[in-house]
T-cell receptor, first 113, second 114 residues
Framework: DSGVTQTPKHLITATGQRVTLRCSPR?????VYWYQQSLDQGLQFLIQ???????AKGNILERFSAQQFPDLHSELNLSSLELGDSALYFC????????????FGEGSRLTVL | AQTVTQSQPEMSVQEAETVTLSCTYD???????LFWYKQPPSRQMILVIR??????QNATENRFSVNFQKAAKSFSLKISDSQLGDAAMYFC???????????FGQGTRLTINP
């Protein structure tokens, strides 16, 4: 158990809909990262927050947004969903802003029909 | 741009034998960290081993060791005495010192044959 909690574990929705994925980092970790893993692909970096502020942005679509709240949990919002958004979305946390050693949650599997 | 290449999409090995997974990366930076992550069927990403680029000594964690060749930008993972529980996708990753983004390779699916 990494200590990172992601909900929901599975989500099935329709095209055009909006979903919110939630992540609670390990106790004491200030950084939260979001990654997308499509079928048989590596992990693509989406966005990072550190202590409530956006620190780095990767290949995140404009239809996607995220935030980190004062209690350090984070939410990833995906809107106007398309079939291609079906993927495993991982949240990871770390103590620092650029430590590299990330602790991953179990992921949220999103299926868009 | 920083990239990581894992040239072996799939590998298989007999239980109790040794297997080596390949990884090369591309960066112009000199200070960085390298990692191998394991993703079993449970989907969880588990850190297997970590190597600091400034260290010449190869990292070792029990049955897992790396062969880090900085000049060649190569970072292979050796698994000794393979066990059935080692079956998983293995991802090579690196991060530049001071950067925020951990860059992953495409992964190698490792099968352990009993």
């Amino acid at each position: 158990d990494s200590g990172v909690t992601q909900t929901p574990k599975h989500l099935i929705t329709a095209t055009g809909q909006r979903v919110t994925l939630r992540c609670s980092p390990r106790s004491g970790d200030l950084s939260v990262y979001w990654y997308q893993q499509s079928l048989d692909q590596g992990l693509q970096f989406l966005i990072q927050y550190y202590n409530g502020e956006e620190r780095a942005k990767g290949n995140i679509l404009e239809r996607f947004s995220a935030q980190q709240f004062p209690d350090l949990h984070s939410e990833l919002n995906l809107s106007s969903l398309e079939l291609g958004d079906s993927a495993l979305y991982f949240c990871a946390s770390a103590w620092g802003a650029n430590t590299g050693e990330l602790f991953f949650g179990e992921g949220s599997r999103l299926t868009v029909l | 741009a920083q990239t990581v290449t894992q040239s072996q999409p799939e590998m298989s090995v007999q239980e109790a034998e040794t297997v080596t997974l390949s990884c090369t990366y591309d960066t112009s930076e000199s200070d960085y960290y390298l990692f191998w992550y394991k993703q079993p069927p449970s989907r969880q990403m588990i850190l297997v081993i970590r190597q600091e680029a400034y260290k010449q000594q190869n990292a070792t964690e029990n049955r897992f060791s790396v062969n880090f060749q900085k000049a060649a930008k190569s970072f292979s993972l050796k698994i000794s005495d393979s066990q059935l529980g080692d079956a998983a996708m293995y991802f090579c990753a690196f991060i530049i010192q001071g950067a925020q983004k951990l860059v992953f390779g495409q992964g190698t699916r490792l099968t352990i044959n009993p």
